[in-house]
């Protein structure tokens, strides 16, 4: 059963429970049974509603730069509130979440199910990424200069700035640098590209998305059995850490990423992913544009033309 996968689990009058000690859920007409047959009493309940819309509100704006395409323009879909409660069986007393009352061990386990990227999520940026990443060409024979650099698990910051967030890791001599200035004044400063141009080491790691998808690995428990299967048979995970090779132009995979990162102290498997990857700050971006920028819904506009006030800007990348 892909439970949590499908909306209508969640959606349904029953809503979804989720077994807080295995992490799979069911659906209200067998949380007893499952009850029944383990012994575990508590269970995260998940539940959606769909919001009352006024009649004369304007349609939902789109979730992608394009007109005429699945999640462009005419994307009116409806949108859902989500409660969550604790409930305890067999006797079905139910706790709100959040609540200070909880022990910390439970409200940890809730925060780490509720803040999990979903199936949806995940199928959202598979189809804004649609072509595959590949191997760079520089991975498998990447130098790396032993210059006793050792990263920290945390507190990082711009080697040249005060930046402490969208940092770059390169991965050739350990430089940890902000990356490229968006359009809208955001990002960082340029330093990551600076550098390569400088030195022309090619691959580097974008740190506080470094991640060995443990949680991706807890999602997929939670959704079907089926997975944890799949899981067992494909063995480790390749991590959703977001490199990208200057050379190449373009985000990369690096099947030896653990063992670069290893190389600077950096282990792998215990960090945990804290900021969004270029891909899916690129998909929130466009997810939450401002379409009336561009539409001008009720708005009285004078015509104008000339130089300054045609063309595109461009919305920056890396």
Known sequence: MDLLRSNLSR???????VDMTTFLAFGKDYVGWNYEKTGNPVYLHIKQT???????????KPTLLAIGVEGGFDNN??????????????DYVTLPFPSVELPEKVRLAVDAIIMAEGAERKEQLAAWTAEKKQVSAYAMNLPQIDNGVVIPPSGWKCAKCDKKD???LNLTDGMILCGRKN??????????????KETSYPLAVKLGTIT?????????????????LLELTMGTHCGSSDVFSY???????????A??????????????KTEMTTAERELDQNTNYDWNRIQESGQDVEPIFGPGYTGLVNLGNR
């Open 77 to 90: 879909e409806p949108e859902y509130e989500e409660v969550h409660n604790i409930v305890i069986l067999p």
């Open 166 to 168: 969208n940092l770059w």
């Open 183 to 196: 359009w809208d004044g955001t990002g960082g400063n340029n330093h990551a590209i600076e550098h390569y």
């Open 50 to 60: 769909r919001k009352v819309v006024p009649e004369d509100r304007p349609l939902k």
């Open 247 to 257: 050379p190449e132009d373009d985000s990369v995979m690096d099947p030896l990423l």
């Open 212 to 228: 060995a998808d443990l949680e991706a690995a807890d999602v997929w428990r939670i959704y079907c059995l089926h997975e944890i």
């Open 11 to 17: 959606r349904s009058e029953g809503g979804l429970f």
């Open 259 to 272: 063992q670069h990162l290893a190389f600077f102290g950096i282990d792998f498997s215990a960090l945990q």
